[in-house]
């Protein structure tokens, strides 16, 4: 079964079906589980059966007895021993936080009226699109884009339960419960599944404590489990049903990088959760992975865009990021060594290496004439013939969510300078909303790099003869006008808030929250829209994507809520803001 240039990756504990099949007695009970798994798939029932007090539907296909056709012969487990201690994340406030009642108030007020957004967006997924995976805003009608699993709604458990709607939480968790992961597609995205579906499920159970939807976590990290079965153990991007299910499943040579590294908290969770150490076993060989090929690329101490899965050969690609296609890749690291209790050392030292590595090549401060002390993090790429690298100065809105990795990484590895780097960043984004008519940042756009991340003088003839003169002062020019109802720009001054206290963080919060209410609200919910760059109203998209309701409005909701409302000592978020008990935190439940 192995093929030998895949011998390269770490093959100790691990074997091989043809070694399996050497062993009699092995075959033996995997013969005897192949007929009882027909059985069950034969009769397995489909009603509802009364489970943990909902009406709960079995998935009609059992992923978990589902023999690996590449089994693992010692399954590396969860590391074990009391968790070490990590430095507080969170500003002080219970010491020095003291707003006065006409500050609690308009805190008070805000909430509501983020929690109103989301009341809006909610009933009208629920009259329009029960059970799709999205609402059309502007038209009413619904949208089928990730496998048909109800992914708004499972996407938005958490959110319902931290904004205290709690009625709707239970009319969606019965919903939930409900879901069967057969579907007439023929495969699904195994990233965005994790991050939303599973990622959901889980921080739901968390919050909330109710067993079914646990239950229904695990069958579907069973599903996801399954496309980790290839002959390398490393995972696939879409899963093909049918392959799966015939074990024939194969890595591939170019997926994009977070993609198929991105399951690290998620399976953690679920083997803490569940004490099964596959889960674990699967992510950790991933993350061996990463920490072999660190080293190995065009730029040391990064992963490109793309991986190369079945060789693990990462010398030849020449791009890199923060932003699309790497984002998680990176914002994983620290967020695994809290959630395995800083017992597991591999994720600080990549950690270390990796943020270095970034703020000598992908960070860039923008040359501007107010001289703003802010940072954007840009797309680099290697020249393939001379290795020379070249940063342009384009960012994206999807890469503001490293302020609040720096934040926190700064925060947990107790690193002052990464802790700046986070508000710089955070604030940079905060002044691309600023800067544009409506009031929010468009999805791609360029600047002028400086030279030194400490700044460079205002050229005003450069900006005359290479900038755009219908833009504010210092951008070359708009390259995505889009807003899609994103997140990461108040998710990072949302970290940054908590780990600083410092209310005008909140402020900015409030101004990005009404610009983007102002531009995207619809007579039915929120949309995207076409140009951020159009003041006085430009084009809907009718595009509501689940993120909407499960991070951005959460992101907001949360920065002018009580700081122990999902504290991040507590909490690790994923990348979808689905917040997982971390095990320190699992006193203080
Ligand atoms: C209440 O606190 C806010 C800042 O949090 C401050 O601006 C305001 O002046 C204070 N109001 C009173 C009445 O003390
Ligand atoms: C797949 O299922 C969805 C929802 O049940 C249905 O709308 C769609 O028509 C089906 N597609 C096919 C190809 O059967
Ligand atoms: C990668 O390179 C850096 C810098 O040369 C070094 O400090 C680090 O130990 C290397 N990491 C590995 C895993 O070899
Ligand atoms: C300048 O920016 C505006 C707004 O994004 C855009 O419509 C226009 O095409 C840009 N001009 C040039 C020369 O790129
Ligand atoms: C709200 O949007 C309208 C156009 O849609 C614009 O004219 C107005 O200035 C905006 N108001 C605020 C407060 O952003």
Redesign the pocket.
């Known amino acids: 079964m192995l093929v030998d240039n895949a011998a390269w990756f770490d093959y100790t504990n691990y074997s091989t079906t043809a070694a399996l099949f050497r062993r009699p007695i092995r075959l033996l009970s995997l013969l005897g589980g192949i007929a009882i798994f027909y059985i069950l798939v034969i009769f397995v029932p489909k009603a509802p059966e009364t489970l943990y007090g909902f009406k709960y539907v079995k998935s009609s296909y059992d992923w978990s007895a589902l023999p690996q056709a590449h089994p693992v012969a010692e399954l590396t487990p969860l590391p074990t021993g009391t968790p070490r201690s990590i430095p507080q994340v969170q500003y002080d406030f219970a010491a020095h936080y003291r707003p006065n009642s006409t500050r609690l108030d308009v805190l008070a007020e805000r909430r509501q009226a983020v929690k109103d957004a989301c009341r809006k967006s909610w009933d009208s997924y629920k009259k329009y699109a029960w059970m799709k995976d999205e609402l059309k805003p502007v038209s009413g009608g619904s949208k089928t884009t990730l496998a048909g699993w109800a992914a708004t709604l499972v996407d938005s458990l958490d959110t319902l339960w931290i904004m205290d709607m709690k009625d709707d939480f239970y009319e969606a968790t019965a919903a939930a419960v409900t879901i069967d992961w057969e579907t007439n597609e023929t495969s699904f995205n195994t990233f965005e599944t994790t991050i939303r579906h599973l990622g959901g499920l889980l921080a739901a159970y968390d919050l909330s404590k109710e067993r079914a939807l646990l239950q229904k976590a695990i069958e579907l990290g069973d599903m996801l489990y399954a496309g980790f079965d290839t002959p390398n153990r490393m995972p696939v991007f879409w899963m093909d049903f049918n392959q799966a299910k015939r074990g024939k499943l194969q890595p591939n040579v170019h997926d994009p990088t977070s993609s198929v590294t991105s399951s690290g908290p998620e399976f953690t969770r679920l083997a803490q959760l569940t004490g099964d150490s596959k889960y674990y076993d699967a992510i950790d060989r991933v993350a061996r992975f990463l920490q072999r090929t660190q080293n190995t690329t065009k730029v040391p101490g990064l992963w490109p865009t793309f991986l190369d899965m079945e060789f693990g050969d990462l010398t030849l690609e020449n791009d890199f990021t923060l932003g699309a296609l790497a984002d998680s890749t990176y914002e994983y690291l620290a967020k695994m060594h809290v959630i395995v209790g800083g017992l597991e050392p591999m994720y600080e030292t990549m950690y270390r290496q990796a943020m270095a590595t970034v703020i000598d090549n992908l960070l860039f401060r923008p040359m501007l004439p107010e001289q703003d002390d802010i940072l954007f993090t840009g797309d680099l790429s290697v020249d393939a013939a001379t290795g020379e690298k070249t940063l342009p100065g384009d960012s994206q809105h999807l890469a503001c969510f490293a302020g609040g990795l720096f934040g926190l990484g700064g925060k947990i590895f107790g690193i002052q300078e990464h802790v700046d780097i986070g508000g710089r960043i955070a604030k940079g984004c905060a002044w691309a909303y600023d800067a544009m008519p409506t ?1 929010v940042m468009p999805e791609l756009f360029s600047l002028f790099p400086c030279t030194s991340l400490d700044g460079c003088a205002w050229d005003e003839d450069k900006w005359e003869l290479k900038g755009n003169a219908t833009l504010a002062r210092g951008f070359q020019n708009v390259d995505d006008a889009r807003y899609l109802l994103r997140p990461e720009a108040i998710e990072s001054i949302f970290v940054m808030y908590r780990i600083t206290g410092d209310e005008q963080y909140q402020e900015t919060a409030w101004r990005m929250f ?2 983007i209410r ?2 995207t609200e619809t007579d039915l919910a929120f949309s995207s829209i076409s140009a951020v760059t159009t ?3 430009t084009a809907k998209i009718d595009s509501m994507e689940s993120f909407w309701t499960a991070e951005t409005l959460k992101y907001f909701y949360l920065v002018f809520a009580p700081p122990d409302l999902i504290s991040l000592d507590q909490y690790v978020l994923n990348t979808e803001a689905h917040p997982l008990l971390r095990p320190t935190g699992a006193t203080g439940s």
Do not use: H, L, P
């Open positions: 009031g009404q610009s102002n531009a003041a006085g109203g």
